[in-house]
């Protein structure tokens, strides 16, 4: 089985060095690195490296419109994506091929290097509307090519959770995500010892977006909507509490809340009117042809 692996970039350039010689010991059939407006010399980098087949070069900072530009040039029978962030450990790639071998999709492990050891994560599946959805990390799957065609890629509307979205569109369509133990990805722990603030909106836009696309107006949209609100909610109320945020931000949360789920829910509707097809997504790989602003192809 020929695997490309697909590698979207945006100012990772060191991270990005250390995936790509992981990868190179793997060797995968092709490499295709997708670079969005980066500025600090990735473009030169990854023209002097000779293991990287293809580079496309997008004016676009949305990692699922970098997603979709690599699918839009592979040339093998199987596409994995790998984040820039992330080391492919040992094994990899042969883990990739003999799980696709048995089924459509397939994810692995992430592990974090701690001080104090390796952190590592488990298979996530839940059971919605009478279909098993298996989430994935969207840097660590890989898809069968015909599969990748039949979910025409990533929603590009999102700007985060696309690679949850994608799992409920494979469930859709009636597949599953494997789950294999050698198909390990790695990365360093965060060091700075805190917590990336949150968009709010943009959250609970992805999360009632991608719910009332794949699942139209039904009481589990909303509950699960509310389910997540209220555990944030809480969790926000508690840092109040301590003393470690104020008032008028946890109100102001709240309201991102409410806004960008109003909004997710609207355009999510709007969007599974507009492709009523297993696959939905409107905004995927075909959807337009014009991702790349240049293409540098060794092939």
């Not at 295709?32 to 293809?54: F, I």
């Not at 997008?58 to 080391?87: L, W």
């Not at 039904?218 to 944030?232: E, G, K, Q, S």
Request: glycine share 10%; net charge negative.
């Amino acid at each position: 089985m020929n695997v490309s692996v697909v590698v979207p970039t945006l100012n990772d350039r060191e991270d990005l060095q250390g995936c790509l010689d992981s990868l190179a010991v793997e060797d995968p059939h092709e490499v295709v690195v997708v670079n969005g407006p980066s500025t600090d010399g990735t473009s030169g980098m990854v023209r002097e490296r000779e293991d990287v087949d293809v580079l496309v070069e997008i004016d676009e900072r949305n990692v699922n419109v970098s997603r979709n530009a690599g699918v839009d040039r592979i040339r093998g029978d199987a596409v994995a994506f790998v984040s820039p962030t992330m080391t492919v450990e040992p094994g990899w790639l042969e883990a990739v091929t003999t799980s696709l071998a048995e089924a459509e999709a397939v994810t692995g492990p992430t592990h974090e290097r701690l001080d104090t050891g390796v952190a590592t994560d488990t298979v996530e599946s839940r059971r919605i509307r009478g279909r098993t959805v298996t989430y994935f990390s969207g840097g660590n799957v890989a898809f069968s090519a015909e599969l990748a065609t039949e979910l025409d890629g990533f929603d590009e509307y999102l700007d985060v959770g696309g690679a949850r979205d994608a799992a409920h569109r494979i469930a859709g369509l009636g597949y599953e995500v494997a789950w294999s133990t050698e198909m390990c990805v790695s990365r360093e722990a965060a060091t700075d010892g805190g917590t990336a603030e949150r968009d709010w909106r943009a959250r609970y836009r992805s999360l009632s977006y991608r719910l009332a696309k794949n699942y139209g107006i039904h009481p589990t949209v909303f509950l699960r909507t509310l389910r997540h609100a209220i555990a944030d909610a809480g969790g926000g109320f508690r840092d109040v509490a301590r003393g470690d945020a104020k008032p008028t931000a946890w109100f102001g949360n709240g309201r991102d809340v409410v806004l960008g789920s109003g909004r997710g829910y609207a355009d999510g509707l709007w969007a599974r009117y507009a492709d009523r097809s297993a696959g939905r997504n409107s905004r995927g790989v075909s959807s337009r042809a014009d991702r790349a602003v240049a293409v540098h192809d060794r092939r």
